[in-house]
């Protein structure tokens, strides 16, 4: 079978959702707030995971224990399901994503990376812009930026980068505007 990814269609205004798997099973990254059009997307095929590269109010099923915070404050009665740390591993159609810790963004963001398909799932931690700030402003601007250089900058530059929001980049691409990003401070950028 042959694994594929998938941009599910939102308004421009909404995050990216990423759908990656086959015809029979997929895991969800970064559901965003419209279940419809996810559920629209996924069709009949098995969700193995929903997956949230950072706290938010939707209705994720595995997060980094270091943003509980941010989930509880959308759902106190409840946990989320599964709980990631750095380089573990979630399977889908014969594919691995590992998760790759990138705090910064939120205490608990991470990177979903599939060396198999050459594309890392960066959330908000990365966009096609830079680093993007939570909430209107950077909670830990130099620890995104070093998550940035130290986890994502040392994947291969060809590595795709499909962010949580905006346009999509590669590895090199980032690299090469890092030490701008660095330069200019925490300057909230435009996603796309």
């Not at 909430?135 to 994502?152: N, S």
């Not at 060809?158 to 890092?178: C, D, M, S, W, Y």
Request: net charge negative; aromatic share 6%; glycine share 10%.
């Amino acid at each position: 079978m042959t694994t594929t990814i998938e941009k599910v269609p939102a308004p421009a205004a909404e995050a990216n959702v990423w759908i990656i798997g086959d015809h029979e099973e997929v895991i969800v990254i970064d559901p965003g707030t419209d279940p419809a059009v996810v559920l629209d997307a996924v069709g009949d095929r098995e969700v193995l995971a929903v997956i949230c590269t950072h706290g938010h109010d939707e209705a994720p099923v595995a997060l980094h224990p270091r943003d509980r915070m941010l989930w509880r404050d959308a759902h106190p009665a409840d946990d989320a399901d599964i709980e990631m740390e750095d380089g573990g591993i979630f399977e889908v159609a014969d594919t691995s994503l590992e998760v790759i810790y990138a705090p910064g963004h939120t205490d608990g963001s991470v990177c979903l990376y599939c060396e198999d398909l050459g594309v890392v799932f960066t959330g908000h931690a990365l966009t096609g812009n830079g680093p993007v700030p939570h909430d209107g402003e950077f909670p830990d601007f130099a620890g995104q930026l070093t998550a940035i250089g130290e986890h994502l900058l040392t994947l291969p530059p060809a590595t795709r980068v499909l962010p949580g929001q905006g346009r999509e980049t590669t590895i090199a691409a980032a690299e090469k505007n890092f030490d701008s990003w660095v330069s200019a401070g925490p300057v909230p950028a435009d996603p796309d």
